[in-house]
């Protein structure tokens, strides 16, 4: 029957030939009279040209609207598959329009409509959800009292100016289908659907979900893997395949005194652009044009933002703290006071003894991020975190219920196309369905999954690689700096080193991140998941590891091992017996992994704004450039809908994806050591002000994870990296204040002395012995030098052996990381608990709705059979009047 309506569509269209031909000459060319719809539309004196007919949204026949295009070239040599794929399209049910473009007449554009029968068949199988009975509204009974207090309280609010966040109600209209209960699709029971307009029932959004749905399983080849349209976009048998936008997203009439020309129109003024950043956002606009997945991601981004402004503040309130109270740190005034301290070598042979007030500078840098409140912050990112989740939940849930998504995770999915032709062979019967499906055998499924950890452990070992060359690299140039002609890099070769290394590990994630995203690819493939939900699993799973592990690998390096393992003066640890490994900076190790976050950070941000922003505003520049040169204004503002939207910059092959991995890895990198860098929540919350998900269970996983691993990073970067835990040992146990049981100021005078130790020049290796004697700093040469250390003197017993006050601070940074860590994942857990992921009053709603849902469909039923039993009697009288 496929064949014999192949054929007769063929015959309708005047196309004779052989089925296998690329015929073309059924084309809606302009001005040529060589397609059938263009004479019969000459024929008929009451229908207008084609091109006067529809503004680019419908067919040349005005009524049948284009739910997706197809676009390729008449030069590609792959036409046989198009003519397949375009059989087989055809076979389904949908209808086809081709028309040459405009600007290019190689560019032929494939016109697609899905009627009516194909629309109610496919949203069966798919399971959408359609509105079928208005939603009934409650009230929860209140007490008198508490219905005074209400309108007291509104009378108050009129006396206050409106919300400059929200938008004026007469602007936004009446949406009807989030006041509507929904249920999944089904024929059979049409007439419990509200369907007011046959052509209006299914939105643009579902009428192009369900067309790509099915471009995603026709075949272009006979064989049983030969399926799809992504398939046939990869082998460039199409150049582009694109749903169309509802008109132009501008208009030079007001929309307050003329209304929207269209959906895209009133999304633009109520939402994106520029004018309107600070208002709330329109979410079920966003869900009504562009469907629930990508208001979803909209409404968690909009969350996300809205919870990084407390974050950002307090943040930013302990950077003042630490700016305010700098002229009051004692270490900082010891530091830039030691003129005659003389600090050791931070490389072989090439560095100079340095005074330690030479670091006075860097000293109040690491003040203005580590001082008394960089503690309570962190406490306060790990609590944060988890109250943005926890309410996030919360928020998720009335987004589900407004938009009847409740059970949408739960439905049972279909089978990938991919998955069925590989192992259509081998069929089990499924237990929830009852029909034979294709299985997969489990030694095929885990020999897969085994050669896919495989290649995600070699490629984490790549990362290794990379982040031990910039180890290389920071060792090696160190020295190179210290001897550099230019007197600014030469005294400051540390911090040359660190920026250089950074800029470098920022040039190796970009690079390493394009072939991330291949090798993710493959694997995914390579495991042949069952659903699509599956494949977005692992695929999410794999490119989460993969960039976070790129990203963050050297930032751990900095934060817990530079500086911990390089030993002492005279018996340095050496990397392959050559290198010295490199020591921190005299003022600390956290203004290192200050610079590599901020640096990272700011980098990052701004290159994914301008591959964003920047890069498609160009490209759209350019394209509209070389149509206004080629073609003129005039010309270009009468191109059709499907011309203007090809010239648009394509969207990435993975939809949100890109958006999702993005704000997930901010999220990491705004917690995860957000007690080195506690700016780091006011440089994400400026990025999406700027910028500006469906989240699954995979997705809530990794940020679940991601907030107990930065309970522990910023443990330990509190008790290892900073200062903090020396400090406290010095105040309590060795400072002028010990035993007394305070911690002020004043109780830190001698704690840089106490924290140094003594090295004998004379005991240096040969090949660490400097080449310049000191003599230049204080006029005669060195025989002691300073190092960060805790160590006896050469003089004594055990000399360069651990002194007990190592020890202690060791002693007190495990205890801290242990009382940290349990008294935040207890905080943590009680607000978890406390906070239920559903609202007590949607809880009541959703159980009294479902008991009116049922309600509802027993009672349409009785009133259908009803309906019938008055119809039979009505004829049944009829036929006895008629009677002789």
């Known amino acids: 029957m496929k064949d014999v309506n192949v054929l007769l569509e063929r015959v309708r269209s005047g196309d004779t030939s052989s089925p296998s031909r690329d015929d073309d000459s059924t084309l809606l060319n302009p001005g040529t009279p060589s397609s059938i719809l263009d004479e019969n539309s000459k024929s008929n004196p009451g229908l207008p040209e084609a091109r006067s007919k529809s503004s680019g949204l419908c067919f040349s026949d005005g009524k049948s609207s284009i739910d997706y295009i197809l676009v390729y070239r008449k030069s590609s040599s792959l036409s046989e598959k198009r003519e397949v794929f375009e059989r087989n399209i055809r076979a389904e049910g949908l209808q086809m329009e081709k028309e040459a473009s405009i600007t290019n007449s190689d560019v032929i554009f494939l016109k697609l409509h899905a009627p009516w029968d194909v629309l109610c068949r496919y949203a069966e199988l798919m399971n959408i959800r359609m509105p079928f009975r208005r939603k009934i509204f409650y009230m929860n009974r209140r007490h008198k009292f508490m219905s005074r207090m209400e309108k007291r309280i509104n009378k108050f609010r009129g006396w206050l100016p409106r919300k400059p966040m929200k938008f004026d109600s007469d602007t936004l209209p009446d949406l009807e289908e989030n006041e509507s209960f929904t249920a999944p ?9 509200i369907i007011h307009n046959k052509d209006t029932f299914f939105n643009n959004a579902t009428r192009s979900r369900i067309v790509h749905h099915i471009l995603q399983r026709v075949k272009y080849e006979e064989g049983k893997n030969k399926m799809g349209l992504n398939r046939l976009l990869s082998n460039n048998s199409y150049e582009a395949a694109f749903p169309l936008h509802e008109g132009k997203y501008h208009s030079k009439n007001s929309i307050r005194t003329h209304g929207a020309e269209n959906q895209r129109h009133l999304l633009y003024e109520c939402w994106a652009w520029w004018g309107v950043w600070y208002k709330y956002q329109p979410l079920d606009l966003i869900r009504r044009y562009f469907g629930e997945k990508i208001g979803l991601y909209f409404a968690w981004l909009g969350w ?141 499924k885990y020999s897969r999954l085994i050669v896919s950890a495989s290649g995600i452990f070699f490629m984490i070992l790549i990362v290794i690689a990379a982040v031990f060359g910039i180890v290389i690299y920071r060792v090696i140039t160190v020295s190179t700096f210290a001897a550099f002609g230019w007197a600014l890099i030469r005294n400051n070769s540390q911090v040359a080193t660190t920026g250089t290394a950074v800029c470098i590990n920022f040039c190796i994630i970009m690079l390493l991140n394009v072939l991330y995203e291949k090798v993710a690819l493959l694997l995914t493939n390579l495991e042949q998941p069952r659903t699509e939900s599956e494949w977005e699993n692992s695929f999410t799973l794999k490119m989460f590891l993969f960039q976070f592990v790129n990203l963050n690998s050297s930032t751990f390096y900095i934060a817990f091992f530079l500086g911990r393992f390089t030993g002492r003066p005279g018996a340095y640890l050496r990397l392959i017996n050559r290198w010295k490994l490199e020591e921190c900076h005299p003022s600390g190790c956290l203004i290192d992994l ?58 990435n092959a993975y939809g949100l994806f890109d958006e999702y991995l993005e704000m997930i890895l901010q999220f990491g990198f705004t917690t995860i050591f957000v007690a080195a860098f506690p700016l780091a929540p006011l440089l994400a919350l400026l990025n999406n002000i700027i910028v500006f998900f469906d989240l699954s269970r995979i997705w809530y996983g990794i940020l679940e994870g991601i907030g107990i691993l930065s309970v522990i990073t910023n443990a330990f970067v509190i008790a290892v990296t900073s200062d903090f835990i020396p400090r406290l040992v010095y105040a309590y146990k060795y400072g002028p204040c010990a035993g007394q049981g305070r911690a002020g100021e004043s109780c830190m005078m001698g704690y840089v002395n106490a924290s140094l130790s003594v090295f004998r020049v004379s005991d240096f290796e040969k090949r660490s012995e400097p080449q310049m004697s000191g003599s230049e700093l204080n006029g005669e040469a060195v025989n002691y030098c300073r190092y960060r250390d805790y160590r006896e003197p050469p003089d004594s017993a055990e000399p360069y052996s651990y002194t007990l006050q190592f020890w202690h601070v060791l002693a007190a940074r495990l205890a801290f990381i242990i009382v940290f860590e349990h008294m935040v994942f207890a905080i943590k857990t009680l607000i978890a608990y406390l906070i239920p992921d559903l609202p007590k009053d949607l809880r009541d709603r959703m159980r009294r709705e479902k008991y009116l849902i049922q309600e509802m469909m027993y009672e349409a039923e009785l009133e259908r059979l009803q309906k019938e039993k008055n119809e039979k009697k009505r004829k049944d009288r009829t036929h006895h009047k008629e009677w002789p």
């Open 304 to 444: 996300y933002t809205g919870m990084l402004f407390p974050a950002a503040l307090v943040g930013l309130l302990v950077f003042l703290y630490g700016f305010f109270t700098l002229e009051h740190c004692q270490v900082s005034k010891e530091i830039c006071q030691a003129t005659d301290i003389i600090m050791c070598p931070i490389c072989d042979q090439y560095c100079p003894y340095l005074k330690l007030s030479d670091s006075c500078i860097y000293a109040k840098v690491t003040h203005l991020f580590d001082n008394g409140a960089t503690v309570f912050f962190a406490v306060f990112m790990a609590v944060w975190a988890t109250v943005f989740l926890e309410f996030w939940k919360r928020r998720r849930a009335v987004l589900a219920y407004d938009w009847d998504l409740i059970d949408w995770e739960e439905e049972e999915e279909e089978i990938r196309p991919q998955f069925e032709a590989k192992y259509s062979k081998k069929e089990r019967m499924n237990p929830i369905s009852g029909k034979p499906e294709p299985h997969q055998d489990f030694t095929d």
């Open 185 to 193: 699709f089904s024929r059979s029971r049409i007439h419990h659907f």
């Open 594 to 651: 200050c610079m590599q976050m901020g640096i990272i950070m700011v980098l990052k941000q701004t290159w994914n704004n301008f591959m964003e922003l920047g890069y498609p505003l160009i490209q759209n520049w350019w394209t509209r450039r070389r149509l206004r040169r080629e073609h003129g204004e005039t010309a270009k503002a009468s191109f059709p809908q499907w011309e203007r939207d090809y010239n648009l910059q394509p969207m």
